[in-house]
């Protein structure tokens, strides 16, 4: 299955909530979900029972558009985070969180993840001075995340570092934004994951 790439905001109106898919539209109150607060189609506005299963295949919908990633690969994330010690849920999410071009969109130097896993697979990344293409790589504490000199000054960029002051920078990253360069310092607690999705309907669903 190909990467979806139609319109993102279509996908936040189906299943209800905002996935940070769109940046600055967003932060403005200008995207689709603000302005139609409803499903698209020409029966969006009905109300409609959902089963106990489509419940659970929504959860995983919103994580998987949520942090951009495929089935395949989804799959093989939850199968590491249930081979961890712990709630099997908490560790899927810690893991989704340490994936590079989720941690370039942490730092604020990529105002969607879509932009930020544009970023890493063009090369713009090095991670402790090397460069790396892969946006499944999962970052580690200590690691020094750093935009290419040539791409600093790239427009985007500079803009999602100054939406970046609104927003705020996540806890977990140490960032210094006049060098476009930060430190993965931890992996983040659950609680300090603000994302609207209930991974424990998605433990379910793989576990029948």
Not at 42 to 47: A, E, I, K, L
Not at 50 to 66: A, D, F, M, T, W
Not at 152 to 173: C, D, F, M, Y
């Amino acid at each position: 299955m190909a990467r979806y790439t139609g319109p993102v905001e279509r996908i936040e109106r189906r299943l209800g909530v905002s996935l940070e898919l769109k940046g600055e539209r967003r932060l403005a109150g200008k995207s689709a979900l603000d302005k139609r607060p409803y499903a698209p189609g020409q029966h969006g506005q009905r109300r409609s029972k959902i089963s106990e299963y489509g419940l659970q295949l929504r959860e995983k919908q919103k994580i998987k558009y949520y942090y951009g990633v495929l089935e395949k690969q989804f799959r093989k994330f939850f199968h590491e985070a249930n081979r961890q010690e712990g709630s099997t849920g908490e560790n899927l999410i810690k893991l989704l969180e340490r994936r590079l071009d989720n941690v370039v969109y942490r730092m604020g130097f990529a105002s969607t993840r879509r932009f930020a896993r544009q970023l890493v697979t063009h090369g713009h990344v090095l991670v402790n001075g090397k460069k790396v293409n892969i946006p499944s790589y999962l970052v580690k504490e200590g690691d020094r995340i750093e935009i290419k000199e040539k791409t600093k000054n790239n427009p985007q960029v500079q803009r999602a570092l100054e939406l970046s002051k609104q927003t705020g920078i996540a806890p977990w990253v140490d960032v210094d934004r006049d060098k476009v360069a930060g430190i993965f310092q931890r992996v983040p607690e659950r609680s300090e994951v603000n994302i609207p999705v209930e991974e424990r309907l998605v433990v379910e669903l793989y576990s029948k």
